[in-house]
Every structure is written in structure tokens, then in C-alpha cells.
């Protein structure tokens, strides 16, 4: 089955500055990569996802991008606010279940230094 | 204009009890999952139904049974409760393998 892994486990920015965190997956036939956000307490909410006939995506502040052949995608955060503090987590979806089955990484605990 | 909404919010019970948590969306979507957030925050799928059909299901104990009555609703069932079912549990629902939309989760202690 699909394994994704996900770095760091934990990141620390200075309010202002980019963060980045990157995830691996194991089956080459995934084809549906999205980003959820987990702030304290909430729900997993989806900040971004991007499909593997695309490389890159941008919205606002946040983009994704993925490299195909190397099997890895990484989410970019540029000018961190403190309302991004919170965990985030990519995974990792497989055609043959109709993309319906998300294999998730473990997730990154993002704090923003005021 | 509660998307998806999850009962009980919190779950405290003694080991060896039976416990239902119950899931309900709004969205009108197909297919719906059940999944579990331990202590370390990992999130793992447990089962997943489409038109009350179930289509995903993971490694879980048998302890465990999901119940779909409609596609708007899907229930988690556990028997016999173990120390080690400690956790939150999502409901989420996504159409056509699109966005997953998630329940508030419901937090199951069990003593």
C-alpha cells in the first residue's frame, strides 16, 4: 500500500518569514496530493491540493509542488502569519480506489514566532 | 448549516463497554469515512462507504462495525472498549473522490 512520509515533525518560524515542509509517497500511481490544516482542538481542513498533471499551485499565500519522478510534493507558506500556527498534514491518493482513500503523513506541527 | 456533524462530542466510558458515535452531512455527497486520530496526532483511515456500500476497510479490529442506514449518515459501532481505542474519531465525506469534508471528531476515553 501507499506510505507517505513527512518532514520536519515540527517547525518553528519567525512571524513574516516561509516555511516549508515536504512529503514523500511510495506508489507511483498517486495521482491526488492535497494539504490539510489542523489548527488546536478543530478539524482537518483542506488548505490546498494539486493533481499529478500539474507541478505547481499557488493560491495566495500558500502553494504546492510536486515532482513526479522524484515522488515528492512540498507545501510553501510564504509571509507566516500567526493564524498558521497549527498542524498540517499531506497525503497521498491512489487512482485504483477512486481517490477516495487519502493515506496521510504524520504531520507537522508549524509554530509562528511573533 | 452544519456540513458534516458528528454525536457525542466527548466519550468517556470504562473498558469492556459498548459504544456508538454517530455521523450525519449535510452536503448531499456520496461516500463518507470513519477515521482515528491517536495521541500523536497520527490520522488513519479506518472504513469508508459509498451509497451505503462499504468500499475501504483498513486493518481495524472486528470490535469495530461501521453502519451506513442512508448515504447521508454512517455510524461507528465498537464492542468491548480497550484502553488502546482512546482516541478521536473524524467522520469526513467527500463527492466524486473530491474534497473530504470532516466532522468536529468525537473524543472516546475509555478508563
Known amino acids: 500500500g501507499e506510505n507517505v512520509e513527512q518532514h520536519p515533525s515540527t517547525l518553528s518560524v519567525q512571524e513574516g518569514d516561509s516555511a516549508v515542509i515536504k512529503c514523500t509517497y511510495s506508489d507511483s500511481a498517486s495521482n491526488y496530493f492535497p494539504w490539510y490544516k489542523q489548527e488546536l482542538g478543530k478539524r482537518p481542513q483542506l488548505i490546498i491540493d494539486i493533481r499529478s498533471n500539474v507541478g505547481e499551485k499557488k493560491d495566495q499565500r500558500i502553494a504546492v509542488t510536486l515532482n513526479k519522478t522524484a515522488k515528492h510534493f512540498s507545501l510553501h507558506i510564504t509571509e507566516t502569519q500567526p493564524e498558521d500556527s497549527a498542524v498540517y498534514f499531506c497525503?497521498?491518493?491512489?487512482?485504483?480506489?477512486?481517490?477516495?482513500?487519502?493515506?496521510f503523513g504524520t504531520g507537522t506541527r508549524l509554530t509562528i514566532i511573533p | 448549516d452544519t456540513a458534516v456533524s458528528q454525536t457525542p462530542k466527548y466519550l468517556v466510558t470504562q473498558m469492556g463497554n459498548d459504544k456508538s458515535i454517530k455521523c450525519e452531512q449535510n452536503l448531499g455527497h456520496d461516500t463518507m469515512y470513519w477515521y482515528k486520530q491517536d495521541s500523536k496526532k497520527f490520522l488513519k483511515i479506518m472504513f469508508s462507504?459509498?451509497?451505503?456500500?462499504?468500499?475501504i476497510n483498513e486493518t481495524v479490529p472486528n470490535r469495530f462495525s461501521p453502519k451506513s442506514p442512508d448515504k447521508a449518515h454512517l455510524n461507528l459501532h465498537i464492542n468491548s472498549l480497550e484502553l488502546g481505542d482512546s482516541a478521536v474519531y473524524f467522520c469526513a465525506s467527500s463527492q466524486d473522490a473530491g474534497e473530504q469534508f470532516f466532522g468536529p471528531g468525537t473524543r472516546l476515553t475509555v478508563l
Open positions: 462507504y459509498n451509497n451505503k456500500e462499504l468500499i
Open positions: 497525503a497521498a491518493s491512489n487512482p485504483n480506489f477512486g481517490n477516495e482513500k487519502l493515506t
